[in-house]
């Protein structure tokens, strides 16, 4: 395992991911040498060598580690990696990867003992969970790098550019400066933004089966992605990155179009989560059949995925 080494903030940071944080660039000596410090959760984190035995732990940094070509760099994942999220090459690189477990909670929260994890000995581990924060692999040496839309230091509104700049400093860490540059242009390319309506929509989570009904404010990547489809976000006033909805405020609200994000499952259950609440059948987006299902990562966090995300919204509803 090549040397790693991390600037710990002072402050504990928080498990759950409640707001974003703007993605920095990695900065290198003149000559593209290590050492490399990147900014993440508020956190510095130094590379002293490229990256060689990195251990997925949510499946956002995919899209990144795909375009910059270093997808063989990791030697185990964990979680869940839906096949519609990927081209063909894509899941290539992902059938080659170990898969360490993929059970999650009730909440879809990852479930994985550190020791599973420390155990690969990895040089650099994507994504926090639950049970293994950054404190506790730090103490073994071990960096950690979060989506920054997920770290819990800061609340920012998230835009298009954080992917880019996200792109940017995974192609720091990994030395893929140009590789990077290159996928930049390209991401750029593919985000078009729709002229204004005075069409509004609402983008939820709900549960399947009864339960809490989730929406998504103006600090998550959704507000955004229905500004560029030309909507309105009818929860654009809440300084939330989600938050519990009823459907009495959705009814108060009256969104003209719905999307419900869902991590896995029967899209036709997720819908039906929403459609078969009692008195869902008044909200315009229902009675006009406006409802439109999407996995998760095409809108949450902002990567990749998301310009994916809002190429499917606007083939919908554009």
Known sequence: MRKTSLAIAASLLLLTAACGEKAESGTTSADGAYPVTVSNCGT????????????????????????????????????????????????????????LTEKTDTSGHLQISKEVVISQRPDLVLGEVDNLSRETLSAVDIPLLEEPALCATTKTKPTFDDIYRQMESYGAVFNRPDEATA?????????????????????????????????????????????????????????????EVTLEELLGRDPDVLILLYSDGDPAAVEKAITGLPGAEKLTAVKSKNVMTQLFNFTEPPTPLSITGLEKIVRRFG
């Not at 976000?233 to 989600?242: M, Q």
Request: proline share 5%.
């Open 44 to 99: 510095d984190v130094t590379f002293d060598a490229e990256p060689e035995r990195v251990v997925l732990l949510k499946s956002a940094a995919v899209p990144y580690l795909h375009e910059l070509g270093v997808m063989d760099r990791v030697t185990a994942r964990a979680g869940q990696y839906p096949k519609d999220y990927y081209d063909a090459e894509t899941l290539a690189e992902l059938a080659k990867i170990p898969l």
């Open 183 to 243: 996928a930049v242009a390209a991401l750029k390319k593919r985000v078009t933004v729709q002229q204004a309506s005075d069409r509004t929509a609402a983008v939820l989570y709900p549960t399947v089966g009864g339960g809490t009904t989730y929406a998504y404010g103006n600090l998550s990547m959704a507000d955004p992605q229905l500004t560029a489809a030309g909507f309105t976000n009818v929860f654009g006033n809440v300084d939330e990155r989600v938050f």
